[in-house]
């Protein structure tokens, strides 16, 4: 997955908002997270990934191995366990938050990394450039 390592920005987002709402996040939190544009740093130290994500809000980071479920804390504090597995070049990022569950699938294909919330029935696309 030599591929993905590197930093992307994001260029556009459809019904994140929505996303956000289906998961629990409160209304304040929901209209600051649509707002920005988050950059995304993914780094691979012998199988030990990190993923940094930075706003002009806030800056967080997860760290896991492939297939090892771990203890997330997502980017309004909540806690859920996570599980990050790959499936060709996507990565599938499945969360338990209590009784909500969510996944992101992020498909990495040339420069661009193609994010695709879903909660539920509802989906939210982000749409990433690599930059770096």
Request: aromatic letters at 10%; a positive charge; glycine letters at 8%.
């Amino acid at each position: 997955m030599a591929g993905i390592v590197g930093t992307y920005e994001m260029v556009s987002s459809d019904n994140y908002d929505g996303f956000l709402k289906a998961v629990g996040v409160a209304v304040i939190q929901r209209t600051m997270a649509s707002k920005v544009t988050p950059t995304m740093t993914w780094i691979n130290e012998g199988g030990k990934w990190t993923q940094k994500t930075k706003t002009t809000l806030k800056s967080f980071q997860i760290v896991f191995t492939e297939g090892e479920e771990f203890d997330e804390e997502l980017a309004d504090g909540r806690k859920c366990k996570a599980t990050i597995t790959f499936e060709g070049n996507t990565l599938v990022h499945k969360q338990k938050m209590d009784a909500l569950t969510a996944e992101v699938r992020r498909e990495f294909k040339g420069d661009q990394m193609v994010s695709t919330f879903k909660a539920g029935d509802v989906v939210a696309t982000r749409v990433f450039k690599k930059i770096a």
